[in-house]
């Protein structure tokens, strides 16, 4: 992850979930102190996890770090989940 005049870059997506979040869970969070939420849209480990996201304040995509989340407001459905039901 880069940083440019403050701002969080995000590089190459590369898992569906880390540390209990997982693509699709809509989560609240502090962005540089600002309040934000959405859903996750693409989870980054290298060099450092973070994750994009939807802003649904805004109508911008945003990058976290997943230590920024203050709460998950909802859990999107895993896999396993899904194939369960079906």
């Given at each position: ?38 859903p ?47």
């Open positions: 992850m880069s940083r440019r005049k403050g701002k969080i870059v995000a590089p190459v997506p590369e898992a569906t979930s880390h540390q209990g979040y997982n693509v699709g869970d809509v989560v609240k969070c502090k962005v540089r102190k600002v309040a934000a939420h959405g996750i849209t693409d989870i980054h480990l290298n060099p450092t996890p973070c994750f994009s996201f939807f802003d649904e304040k805004t109508g911008q995509f945003r990058v976290a770090r997943f230590e920024d989340i203050t709460m998950v407001i909802e859990r999107a459905p895993s896999a396993q989940e899904t194939t369960e039901e079906e």
